[in-house]
């Protein structure tokens, strides 16, 4: 039996994680979380220990589980753009300081780690589509910190690579793009950069606010339902041997849309539910600029799309969710006593 370590476990990732795993194995996970609301119909599972807690405060706790566990999931992290630009400092200690311990940890006591890096360490690079292993990695100017993130993720990533050189470190890097799905972000305020994208949408139409396109709206990406996501990572726990010190790209090239089109399609896939139809067939799209909307720091990427060959011929993994029944699953969780 696996036994699998989740450092916050109540995330989106990890709380995706919990519900698949306990689904589909007999893997143990223990987990830790500063919150339980995304996984309390769990906490009862024989399989499944939580503890309600700060990585950050409970050193002993962190590092008796990593000895304990064979597969350790460090999962906190800051991933909002409207706070890189506003808070960097903060996205920077909590995504790589805090982090690199870990994966300390992991060199010492010899386990697998899988580190979630993320598609925005390619940044700006034009290859179309982006290769783990032999695509540029291309950030912006020093004064638009929106590239905080992507830096911190990507020193991240260069230094578990090094450990794996040259201590050994049995690693895993994936690279989410775009995973949408339930319990991504709270719906909770419609201030602007308060959620991500899709949730944003979300929000607003509930709220009968206008959706902001910035710079319009063209940008494209390619969204990936969590189920996906998430079974790609259960594919790297499954074959470890075929995992060990590789990068996975973990997207869905056929669902490449622009901003643009995600708000026109959220505002058809809305009108399917009574209460909010008429919100959403008065939903207005409007365009702002990306200084109004994000502040003065943000820089944007016109176009990101994966190349998932490698998780293809290595875990036999492809995704199965198209955009449109992606939507529906997710508004389904959101509004389905609503219909």
Not at 89 to 108: F, G, M, P, R
Not at 122 to 131: A, H, K, N, R, V
Not at 220 to 247: A, N, P, V
Request: charged letters at 25%; hydrophobic letters at 35%; a negative charge.
């Amino acid at each position: 039996m696996k036994k699998i370590l989740i450092l916050g476990v109540n995330g989106f990732i990890g709380s995706g994680m919990v519900e698949q795993i306990l689904s589909q194995t007999d893997w143990e996970i223990f987990g830790m979380d500063l919150d339980d609301s995304k996984i309390k119909d769990f906490l009862s599972h024989p399989n499944f220990t939580f503890v309600k807690g700060n990585m950050l405060d409970e050193d002993d706790w962190v590092e008796n589980h990593i000895k304990l566990c064979d597969v350790i999931f460090p999962l906190v992290a800051v991933a909002n753009p409207a706070l890189y630009v506003t808070d960097p400092l903060h996205v920077y200690q909590l995504d790589y300081e805090a982090n690199v311990d870990i994966v300390k940890l992991c060199v010492k006591h010899n386990k697998h780690l899988v580190f979630p890096s993320t598609s925005e360490v390619y940044g700006m690079s034009t290859d179309i589509p982006f290769d783990e292993y032999t695509s540029k990695l291309v950030t912006g100017p020093i004064n638009k910190q929106r590239w905080i993130y992507s830096c911190s993720k990507q020193l991240l990533d260069r230094v578990i690579h090094a450990y794996g050189l040259q201590k050994g470190l049995n690693y895993t890097l994936f690279r989410p793009f775009n995973w949408i799905g339930p319990k991504q972000d709270n719906l909770k305020s419609s201030k602007n950069g308060s959620a991500r994208v899709l949730v944003q949408f979300i929000t607003n139409i509930r709220d009968g606010k206008p959706l902001q396109l910035v710079d319009g709206g063209m940008q494209k990406r390619c969204f990936t339902y969590i189920d996906d996501g998430i079974q790609g990572l259960i594919e790297i726990i499954r074959q470890s041997d075929k995992s060990f010190q590789e990068i996975f790209n973990f997207g869905n090239p056929l669902n490449e849309f622009t901003i643009k089109e995600l708000a026109e399609l959220t505002i058809e896939a809305m009108k399917k539910y009574p209460k909010y139809k008429e919100n959403a067939m008065n939903t207005e799209i409007v365009e702002t600029n990306s200084e109004n909307y994000y502040g003065k720091g943000y820089q944007d990427v016109d176009r990101r799309v994966p190349s998932i060959n490698n998780a293809k011929q290595k875990l036999n993994w492809v995704p199965k969710v198209d955009m449109l029944e992606a939507l529906q699953r997710t508004l389904d969780f959101h509004f389905l006593e609503e219909k």
